[in-house]
């Protein structure tokens, strides 16, 4: 059977480049496009292609940001293999993060494609993983990542059952850790992420956000002010009026980077 194919670029150009190439592959069938974000959720969801091209940035959603809201109950053999395609270098890391096959840099050449191919190909079909010279190994694609530097988040995107929310971190207040989730607090509501806080904390920039707690990170921005609640113990209000607890750790977290 072939494999089942989606492409999702914003650029007209690069997906036809992409059609090209996989029109050359008796191997290949290309089940769908999607141009934006969220057309590709919704492809991914109606189609449920083995291999997935994915640019990194696109309008509405970004490629990490789709790869987020696919349905978390699959498992490995029901997942894409996702190979990036972007004209941008410094997203290796998050490629090799989000367990990319293989991170093609526009513009590209077919034998690079090819090369791609193959490691989704393998993937996919759960055959061994091909020499450096039949595509990107994960040790290759580890050294690119970590040449790459990291950028660090500037939004989140939640699912909330059939709706997708794009949260600008300006928004967020703090963020509270609950088991395999986290919230999300704003002033006016409480979000729930699947995700980790010790993996948000990884992504966020250190300059806005810091962590009080174990279970809490807070908006620097958002705090009103420190309060002592017993010996050597704090909690801090913010903005809004929502206090959050403060570790031994915290306090002398937040005594260095707020100077005092």
Same mark, same amino acid.
């Given at each position: #059977?072939?494999?089942?194919?989606?492409?999702?670029?914003?650029?007209?150009?690069? *997906?036809?480049?992409?059609?090209?190439?996989?029109?050359?592959?008796?191997?290949?069938?290309?089940?769908?496009?999607?141009?934006?974000?969220?057309?590709?959720?919704?492809?991914?969801?109606?189609?449920?292609?083995? +291999?997935?091209?994915?640019?990194?940035? #696109?309008?509405?959603?970004?490629?990490?940001?789709?790869?987020?809201?696919?349905?978390?109950?699959?498992?490995?053999?029901? =997942?894409?293999?996702?190979?990036?395609?972007?004209?941008?270098?410094?997203? %290796?890391?998050? %490629?090799?993060?989000?367990?990319?096959?293989?991170?093609?840099?526009?513009?590209?050449?077919?034998?690079?494609?090819?090369?791609?191919?193959?490691?989704? *190909?393998?993937?996919? &079909?759960?055959?061994?993983?091909?020499?450096?010279?039949?595509?990107?190994?994960?040790?290759?694609?580890?050294?690119?990542?970590?040449?790459?530097?990291?950028?660090?988040?500037? =939004?989140?995107?939640?699912?909330?059952?059939?709706?997708?929310?794009? /949260?600008? /971190?300006?928004?967020? &207040?703090?963020?509270?850790?609950?088991?395999?989730?986290?919230?999300?607090?704003?002033?006016?509501?409480?979000?729930?992420?699947?995700?980790?806080?010790?993996?948000?904390?990884? *992504?966020?920039?250190?300059?806005?956000? /810091?962590?009080?707690?174990?279970?809490?990170?807070?908006?620097?921005?958002?705090?009103? =002010?420190?309060?002592? #609640?017993?010996?050597?113990?704090? +909690? &801090? &209000? /913010?903005?809004?009026?929502?206090?959050?607890? +403060?570790?031994?750790?915290?306090?002398? *977290?937040?005594?260095?980077?707020?100077?005092?």
């Amino acid at each position: #059977m072939p494999l089942r194919v989606l492409i999702a670029d914003d650029e007209e150009l690069a *997906r036809q480049l992409l059609r090209e190439f996989l029109a050359s592959l008796p191997e290949a069938e290309l089940a769908g496009e999607a141009a934006d974000g969220f057309s590709a959720v919704k492809a991914l969801a109606e189609l449920k292609p083995d +291999v997935l091209f994915l640019d990194v940035q #696109m309008p509405k959603l970004n490629g990490f940001e789709v790869l987020e809201l696919l349905e978390p109950s699959l498992d490995a053999g029901e =997942r894409p293999a996702v190979i990036f395609t972007t004209a941008y270098d410094q997203y %290796a890391l998050r %490629a090799f993060d989000a367990h990319a096959v293989d991170y093609l840099l526009k513009p590209f050449s077919r034998e690079r494609f090819l090369a791609a191919w193959e490691c989704a *190909r393998r993937q996919r &079909l759960a055959l061994p993983a091909p020499g450096a010279e039949a595509g990107v190994s994960p040790g290759a694609l580890a050294a690119l990542a970590g040449e790459a530097q990291p950028q660090p988040l500037t =939004r989140l995107v939640v699912k909330d059952g059939a709706r997708i929310h794009i /949260l600008p /971190l300006d928004q967020l &207040l703090a963020i509270e850790a609950q088991d395999d989730y986290v919230a999300l607090h704003t002033a006016e509501h409480a979000w729930l992420k699947k995700q980790t806080i010790a993996g948000l904390e990884a *992504r966020l920039d250190p300059a806005r956000f /810091l962590r009080v707690h174990r279970g809490w990170i807070v908006n620097l921005a958002a705090i009103v =002010r420190l309060e002592p #609640m017993a010996k050597d113990r704090f +909690v &801090l &209000l /913010l903005a809004g009026g929502r206090r959050v607890p +403060v570790s031994r750790a915290g306090y002398e *977290r937040l005594k260095k980077i707020l100077g005092s």
